[in-house]
């Protein structure tokens, strides 16, 4: 792994991967009756311990607010919670560590997941044959100008999204609901190896990424969506939560949005001034020739360059402990 990430974020990696002190968290948050008085040694001694979140982050009614009234009562100030959140707060673990967690994270092949044998079948994200991991060597020569490509219905996507077009590229909208009867557009959704492989050959990615509005957490959350735009090399345009971008632009990370005129990132993703300047955005992008947004591509290749380098870094870790450096596996 990089020697140029921050060391706290080092120390996460290694401890989390190495299991040391991990403990996940469930719905009855039965750590806390199970383990109270060890994580209440652990932080008297000031050594770190992890509560790890797997379905991505809490959105509950209550659940983060229980969880943080919980580390407080108990001065359980050593914890820290892994979430797959991109902004720093008290109790969570770094922004960098967070995308790290994505490194061995598998999805549907398909669009649909509606039985059993959906559900089942997963397949690894973010591989090399998926992603130049190693190399990171950056496609120049691409089919399209950009890529807006999401598949689960939501009410924010819907107005988003609403009679978009997109020449020279790809859009689609396949207004997925599970378990729901199958839509002629689901069949001529990309697996998701096609769908990475459109990525590579897009300039441009217009990337909505997953809405929990009225989400407690003070902090957005990101998911695999942002990573396919950074590790494909493309220039991200990111919709998301308050300060999403922002915080991307704290942890070393590039995004176009300012680029072509968006504001309102610190806004909620349901409020219209946010989607109405995301939709002048997608219709800059259109109104520009491919050629021309190949050469602001190649203008920005240095920052495109490095979003790659730093999310390859975090996902293509070998673990190393950050004292002594001596490598685990």
Known sequence: MSSKLPKEVLQEIYDIKSLINCFTLDPSFSIFKKKLDYLKQLSSKNIPFYILIFEEILTEDNEYENLID???????????????????????????????????????????????????????????????????????????????????????????LTNIELDESICRYAGYVPYQDKKDGYDNFPTLSGLIEQYHDSYISFTIETTNIGTPIDTPQFSEKSLFAFLSGTMPIIFGGPNLCKNFKDVGLFTWNEYFGYEGDELSDNDINKIESYRRVINKVNSISKNDIKKIWIENKDKIQSNMNIVADLINFRIVNPETRSTLF
Do not use: C
């Open 70 to 160: 919980i580390l407080e009562k108990n001065n359980l100030y050593s914890a820290k919670v892994s979430m797959t959140t991109n902004g720093k707060s008290k109790y969570l673990t770094h922004p960098l560590t967070n995308i790290a967690m994505w490194a061995r994270m598998k999805q549907r092949p398909n669009l649909t997941h509606d039985n059993y044998h959906e559900r089942e079948v997963l397949v690894p994200m973010f591989t090399n044959s998926h992603f130049d991991l190693k190399n990171r060597i950056l496609k120049d020569n691409r089919k399209f100008k950009s890529i807006l490509s999401v598949r689960k219905k939501h009410e924010v996507r819907d107005t988003l």
